[in-house]
């Protein structure tokens, strides 16, 4: 072979490699150790988070401690403990048995060395830090905290940090896949004007010498590191109960004190039938231990473990929206979607980010549910239609890559929705539907998960074999082209553009109450005359649809 068109040869190949980097990016370091079960990960498991932290509003900065009470789960376990926090925080100090040990630093993650320790046996370790962190700019979204005026400016302090990682506020485990097993305690210092809200129940609220109040909430539960959260404002609490399938629950409405009326004026309401909505569809709300609350926060809301942020305005719709439908502005609908993730993301939750389409898919889906708890399933299907018709982009599969803390975008939202509604379709029996929600609720209870076994339990709870139509629509990023011609009223059809086993059952306009079946091969079926050759599918079924001669 000539030399010269070899080297053709090799700059074309590596002209297609530079095209493939350019559109899959490769995972660096930092992201492999934020996102996967590293060596440094692996032998320890939380039992408990005891954070005590004192923001400061003027310097925007936070000066804490978390001890973390863990246990070693590995033998011959490697002597480093990987813990992530995120710059321009730094670790000050970290003591076990209260002697200082040494700490080795990689961008965002801090090597701790810990003396050599038997397996099953259980530790603490109290890590000491400051700083400045992040500040957000566009909450919850990009991360970080929020240091924000009330309308009467005075401070008030929120945060949000799902897809940037809890570590941008505190030391922790960062992988989702490990949940402090005991729960959690956060102890806040405030000014004593101010006001601070945790996580779960108020223990104690301590006056100090220096002029600050100490407010210490609790969590017995387990709770996934973004949805620790605290708020610090002029805060002031309408306690509420609530009858629910487990008995009281106690459901307390935190709001900045000029907001007091609108508790019992509109938010109460709006909160209970939404409760007795889900209670019906998933199960008994997952943390009466804990009590449920909403705290009112300065960006539209995030499912902060029986501390849902809610910023809506107190009013109807989604604030800062573009397009609102008509059934939209009929419903609370950041009440209603932080409140579905009680359920799905916070009781249930998924190890890997990668796989978030279980918790935004099943918390879209649960908004069609309210708006059919409340106006009948002709307004649910039109409220369905009206989100997701033509808006989903088909970009990229909703379920990325593993191991790196690799987001699926925006538009997981929407196409996770329309999977959970095509499941109620394919099954047609609303109370066998029903049931298999609240099994997957038990099942799952307060577990971390991976979509795949929750993909394989769906399945074997409605006896179906599902796994083709969750390969295709989570893990392609193709939808199914339904493909048919009709001649002497002779309908011929297939799937096309789709995985090779792809079997989904649908309706059409033109085949009246019957089902069809079909796979990549082409089927046929004798249909009643009628005028209208135009064939259409059912808006239940997310598909192309395309007429062949």
Known sequence: MPLRFLLFLLILICHQAGLFAQSVSVPSRQDTLKGSITKDREWWDIKYYALAIEPDFG??????????????????????????????????????????????????????????????????????????????????????????????????????????????????????????????SLAISVPDTLVAVGNGRLKSRIVNSNGTVTYKWHVVNPINNYGLAFYVGKYVRVPEMYKGEKGNL?????????????????????VDKTLKTFEYWFGPYPFYEDSFKMVEAPYPGMEHQSAIAYGNGFKLGRINAKYLSTWDLKTDRLVVHEVAHEWFGNSITTKDITDRWLQEGFAGYAEELFIESQYGKKAAKEFFEARTICRIKNTEPIIRRYGIYEDAGGHMYLKGWTIAHMLRA?????????????????????????????????????????????????????????????????????????????????KTNLTSDKWLNPTKDWKELRITPTSNSSLSIDSDFYVNVKRVE
């Open 59 to 184: 310097k925007k900065t936070i000066q804490g401690k978390n001890s973390i009470t863990f246990e070693v789960i590995k033998s011959n376990h490697n002597r480093f403990m990987q813990i992530d926090l995120q710059e321009p925080l730094e670790i000050d100090s970290v003591l076990f048995k209260q002697q200082k040990i040494a700490v080795e630093k990689e961008g965002n993650v801090w090597f701790l060395k810990v003396p050599d320790l038997k397996v099953k046996s259980q530790a603490t370790i109290d890590i000491f830090y400051s700083g400045a962190p992040k500040e957000s700019t566009n909450p919850p979204w990009d991360g970080g905290i929020s240091w924000k005026l009330d309308s009467l400016g005075r401070p008030w302090i929120t945060l949000g940090s799902q897809l940037i990682g809890a570590s941008v506020w505190f030391p922790c485990k960062l992988h989702q896949g490990d949940e402090p097993d005991n729960g959690a």
């Open 250 to 270: 106690s459901t307390d409405y935190w709001v900045i004190d000029y907001n007091r009326e609108k508790v019992h004026s509109y938010l109460k309401n709006e």
């Open 426 to 506: 394919i099954v047609d029996n609303d109370e066998q539907f029903r049931k298999m929600l609240r099994a997957v609720n038990r099942e799952f209870y307060h577990k971390t998960v991976n979509s795949i076994e929750v993909e394989r339990f769906i399945g074997k709870t409605l006896g179906k074999n599902l796994q083709p139509f969750f390969n295709q629509y989570l893990r392609e990023k193709d939808i199914p082209t339904f493909e048919y011609s009709i001649r002497d009223n002779i309908l011929r059809y297939r799937f096309s553009n789709c995985l090779s086993d792809f079997v989904m059952p649908i």
